[in-house]
């Protein structure tokens, strides 16, 4: 799976809450400096290109939808991080966010919980 720029990271959100777009509609949906219809056309194509996304086509225009699933990305992307900024170590990683003061005791408690019994969060 290719890395997305943060720019195309943010039409892939946008194509996962709707399902599927036209570019105008995928343009109406960012909220910040939208760019220029063409430029985000590009942006889609090479989303397209990476496999990320696949178009019907109606005539001159295409609908586009995503081909692969926010679980899928959010996995590769998650991997990447932990192996690129925690030595591949889920541990590392936890014991970070409960420093930062991100996760709280009784989070960490609810995660154990998952751990030790995982099929009852099924």
């Known amino acids: 799976m290719q890395k997305l720029t943060n720019k195309e990271e943010e039409i892939m959100h946008i194509l996962w809450k709707l399902k599927k777009a036209f570019v105008k509609e995928i343009q109406a949906e960012i909220t910040e400096e939208q760019p220029h219809y063409n ?3 590009t942006i889609v194509r090479n989303l397209e290109e ?46 970070f966010f409960a420093k930062e003061e991100k996760i709280s005791a009784n989070e960490l408690r609810e995660i154990l919980a998952m751990i030790e019994n995982p099929k009852a969060e099924k």
């Open 39 to 41: 430029t985000l056309s």
């Open 50 to 95: 990476k496999g990320y996304v696949s178009h019907n086509a109606f005539g001159n225009t295409h609908q586009y939808f995503p081909i692969v699933s926010i679980e899928e990305y959010r996995k590769g992307f998650m991997s990447t991080a932990i192996d690129n900024y925690f030595n591949s170590s889920y541990k590392s990683m936890v014991s």
